[in-house]
């Protein structure tokens, strides 16, 4: 039986991999942690699992469920292992699951003084998980969903957050998350941190308006970059602006036998979403060991702006808007309209999904022909 | 009272570490002081890491004969203390035809600089040369033997191969009183400290004016010039061969864009020149005009993420030279206004520091080689082989540092003080993440090697 390497032992790996397993294929999942389970590991709040698990759940423990799962499923979990090029492994199909990230400040250019007390969500909720109460007033930059849990772990960590600054005229998460977390908390439209101040600890920022919250934290939220750097130096094409592999929707790259999927290819998507993706994959992987299955051409999924990017997750077409935008978001395919919304708000920040089910074509039309997703306003 | 040395230096960059280190090879009690938590800290942190031939440099002046001496030190000794240097090698780019024409006399320069090898390339050359340089290029220079080097790894190396033979090292000392006497010298920190020692070396870099007064002396001012540097992710490494310099003007070599020892590629500097000492921010005019420079020269550079962002000061002062001086009266050296090749100079001035304390009146032996302790630093570039390669248990992914790294980095002669010190000393949080999947465990370990709690480390105690 053929082998399959998965880098990658978060949500999106860990679910290919139980699900290849289901199908009879020999799995080695290659995770750097020493831990598999990805970022939900250290997250320690609800908020997981609800479409791939159906069940909400903590992090922590969505991740333990997962790689249980893995374990008792025979997959060969190696922890410990950083790939550093997929060229020298030995597999007859690799699957990317690298994961995205959060820009850090230095990647969005902020100028100013380079004090403590800087963090992306990601760094604050695990050092909050690990080491537990900071203190302080904090502002949050970006106002979509991961910010708001920001604001709550900054909560835990008995900070105030007197300030979420936002580049839109509103926020991008629902109503009822940002009412619940931070309706107390002013919420700057309009808005970028342009600048830091204080030579060892923040003291304060400055916004684009040229006011000055004073504050002790700052935590850069959302911004997301894939961990593409596998993806890169096996010279996979790149979708510009998600910084992401190019995937057919069957998470084929334009490498024969190399698949990636989770947030590698859509930065960034809840867990459950990633772990879907898993669910997806697997199929197309049984394919390619068995019937040699590959499509010609891999092309990227055409946008016009606003939109973008559009990639694939375990759904269908997920995109994102750059900016608010009233109107109709239309799927076209050389030409004929697939699929077209209602007409609505568009939220930058935040996934939209065009269901594979709701699409009209029924057969897989992708091989050399274009899909372009425009907003018709 | 503290006991007597026969030298103390004031400031540990890679000019004090330098000169502590060479006089720790002489008969001599030698103390290294230094205001900060931490060595190499101050501007010796935060510069463009070449390794400089000197071609450029003003025939004749002190600066040029010291940086071709200390370009020749420097590389012999870096091999062997685990200094990383790479010869990648520079290209001067001419980007219209009065730059161009500037060449032949940038390359008469370096001949009288002792520098034989620059060679004038056409624009075809150039662009073959590097591809990926943005559109108008109409020549340029080879300068195939500047090199770039680990900056951080430098001042460290120093230290330790200075306390390894003696040498001791004060650190959070801050000089700030002086008083001469007949035949020593108190130097008082701000915290009560004191030091008594026969001789002082001054090498407190932007700070090397206000203690040369304090000495009773006079004759530069340092007027500190910002240069803000974008270092870009290691994916952007292919982008260029080797270090891609403007033709210099007199106030500043210009923004260059260098490929560095750890992979990464460095975009910069900026040149400012501001009244406060403290300021190592960056601008948003400075960000600007570096994303402008970049994008005409290596245009697919700025479609990178940027991993760091930073500034350091360059010690100018109203000469345009070195301000070496020598002072018997005084048991007195001054090594000031040591301005933007300071990395390169630095064992040129360690020899220089004796042969200016002889002359100021101290004798001193040299210890025979075979007493003489060496040290190797676990080296950090990229070209290195890197302990995660032997098997250690990686912490920060995207440098690929080991956990027994960053604890070796809290313990030993000249332990870290805050996550600066680690990256410094490992590379351990100076990558593309900036923390975001280590910084907390880089606490944990750090913490549990010295005592102190993970907050302190942080920053937020
Ligand atoms: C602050 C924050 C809050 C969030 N809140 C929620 C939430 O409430 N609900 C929710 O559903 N989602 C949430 N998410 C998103 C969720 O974490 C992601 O959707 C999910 O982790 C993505 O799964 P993945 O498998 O694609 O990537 P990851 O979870 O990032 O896993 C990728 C794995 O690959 C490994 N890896 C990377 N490179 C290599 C290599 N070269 N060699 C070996 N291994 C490698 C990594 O160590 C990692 O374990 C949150 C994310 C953040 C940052
Ligand atoms: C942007 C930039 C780019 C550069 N690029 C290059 C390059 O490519 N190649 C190159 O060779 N050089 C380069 N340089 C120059 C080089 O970095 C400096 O010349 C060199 O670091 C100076 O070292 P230093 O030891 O004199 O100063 P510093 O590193 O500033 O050290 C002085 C030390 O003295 C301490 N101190 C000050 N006052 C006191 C006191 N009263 N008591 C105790 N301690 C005190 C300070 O804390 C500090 O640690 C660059 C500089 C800049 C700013």
């Keep these: 039986m053929s082998d399959v390497t998965i880098i990658g032992g978060g949500p999106a790996g860990l679910s290919a991999a139980i699900e290849l397993r289901r199908r009879g294929v020999r799995v080695t999942v290659l995770e750097r942690e020493l831990q598999a389970g990805g970022i939900p590991r250290q997250l320690p709040h609800p908020g997981f699992g609800m479409r791939d698990r159906h069940r909400l759940t903590t992090g922590p423990r969505y991740a333990a469920g997962l790689v249980r799962a893995a374990e008792r499923a025979g997959v060969d979990l190696r922890t410990g292992e950083t790939v550093t090029s997929i060229d020298a492994l030995h597999a007859d199909a690799i699957v990317l699951a690298t994961g995205a990230r959060e820009r850090p400040r230095s990647a969005r250019l902020v100028a100013g003084d380079r004090p403590a007390g800087v963090f992306t969500t990601g760094a604050l909720q695990r050092f909050v998980a690990q080491h537990g109460r900071i203190g302080g007033r904090a502002v949050v930059v970006g106002a979509e969903h991961v910010s708001y849990s920001a604001v709550l772990t900054l ?77 890169r130096r096996a010279d996979l094409p790149m979708l510009a602006v998600a910084k992401a592999p190019v995937v057919s929707d069957d998470f084929q790259t334009e490498r024969p036998g190399v698949f990636a999927i ?24 049984l394919d390619w060991l068995t019937l040699g299955r590959w499509p010609i051409t891999v092309t990227p999924i055409e946008v016009r702006a606003p939109v973008a990017w559009a990639s694939y997750d375990g759904r269908g077409i997920t995109l994102r808007v750059a900016d608010i935008v009233h109107g109709r978001i239309r799927l076209t395919h050389s030409g004929e309209v697939q699929w077209i919304s209602d007409q609505g708000t568009w939220l930058p920040n935040r996934s939209i999904t065009i269901r594979r089910d709701a699409m009209k074509f029924t057969s897989r039309p992708f091989d050399d022909q274009r899909l372009l997703v425009d907003v018709l306003r | 009272m503290d006991h007597q040395f026969d030298v103390a230096v004031v400031g540990a960059g890679v000019v004090g570490a330098a000169v502590a280190r060479e006089l720790a090879r002489h008969h001599l009690r030698v103390v290294l002081l230094e205001s900060r ?363 690929r540092v080991t956990r027994d790294e960053i604890v070796d980095a809290c313990s030993g002669a000249v332990p870290a003080h805050d996550l600066d010190g680690i990256r410094r000393r490992t590379r351990a949080l100076a990558g593309r993440c900036q923390g975001f999947y280590c910084m907390a465990d880089v606490c944990a370990l750090a913490a549990a090697a010295d005592g102190r709690t993970p907050h302190d480390w942080a920053g937020l105690a």
């Excluded at chain 1, 989770?262 to 992987?285: I, K």
């Excluded at chain 2, 003696?166 to 000089?175: A, D, H, K, Y």
């Design chain 2, 37 to 399: 938590h931490d060595v190499g800290a101050g501007t010796s942190k935060a510069n463009t890491a070449i390794l400089h031939t000197g071609f450029d440099a003003t025939p004749g002046s002190v600066e040029a004969r010291l940086v071709a001496r200390g370009y020749e030190l420097l590389s012999a000794y870096a091999p062997g203390a685990g200094i990383s240097v790479e010869t990648t090698g520079a290209m001067l780019v001419a980007w219209d035809a009065e730059q161009a024409a500037t060449l032949p006399k940038l390359r008469d320069k370096a001949a009288a600089n002792g520098y034989a090898h620059a060679e004038i390339l056409d624009a075809d050359a150039v662009g073959d040369a590097e591809p990926h340089l943005g559109p108008g290029v109409t020549g340029g220079m080879m300068v195939p033997d500047e090199h770039i080097i680990d900056p951080w790894s430098t001042p460290l190396a120093f230290v330790h191969d200075a306390i390894a033979n003696g040498c001791e090292l004060r650190t959070s000392f801050s000089v700030d009183s002086v008083q001469i006497e007949a035949d020593s010298t108190v130097l008082t920190a701000t915290d009560g400290r004191s030091v008594r020692t026969r001789f002082v070396v001054n090498a407190a870099g932007l700070h090397g004016d206000e203690l040369h007064r304090r000495m009773g002396f006079d004759g530069f001012t340092v007027r500190p010039r910002r240069g803000e540097l974008i270092v870009y992710d290691k994916l952007a490494r292919p982008l260029l061969q080797r270090t891609l310099l403007p033709v210099p003007t007199s106030h500043t070599k210009g923004v260059l864009v260098a490929p560095t020892v750890f992979g990464n590629v460095m975009l910069g500097p900026t040149a400012d020149d501001i009244d406060d000492k403290g300021a190592t921010g960056s601008t948003n005019a400075g960000l600007d005009a570096l994303l402008a420079k970049g994008h005409r020269i290596l245009p697919a550079l700025l479609d990178e993420e940027v991993t760091a962002v930073y500034a350091g000061l360059r010690a100018a002062t109203e000469h345009s030279d070195y301000q070496l001086s020598h002072h018997a009266d005084a048991r007195y050296v001054c090594l000031g206004g040591i301005r933007s090749t300071g990395l390169t100079a630095s064992m040129a001035l360690g020899e220089e520091a004796v042969r200016l304390l002889a002359a100021a009146g101290l004798t001193a032996a040299l210890r025979p080689t075979d007493e003489l302790r060496r040290v190797h630093l676990t080296a950090l570039g990229e070209q290195a082989v890197r302990p995660y390669q032997r098997g250690g248990t990686i912490v920060c992914h995207c440098e």
């Design chain 1, 262 to 285: 989770g947030n590698l290819v859509h930065p960034a998507e809840t867990a459950d979403v990633c772990g879907l993706d898993g669910r997806h994959v697997a199929p197309a992987v």
């Design chain 1, 155 to 231: 909560r835990h960590a008995g900070c105030h957050t007197v300030a979420i600054t936002t580049t839109f005229d509103r926020h991008q998460t629902y109503p009822a998350l940002a009412w619940a977390t931070a309706r107390r908390v002013p919420l700057h439209t309009n808005a970028n941190v342009v600048e830091i101040i204080g030579r060892t600890r923040v003291e304060a920022v400055v916004l684009s308006d040229g006011s000055r919250i004073e504050c002790d934290l700052v935590v850069f939220t959302g911004d997301w970059v894939p961990d593409h750097e596998l993806a």
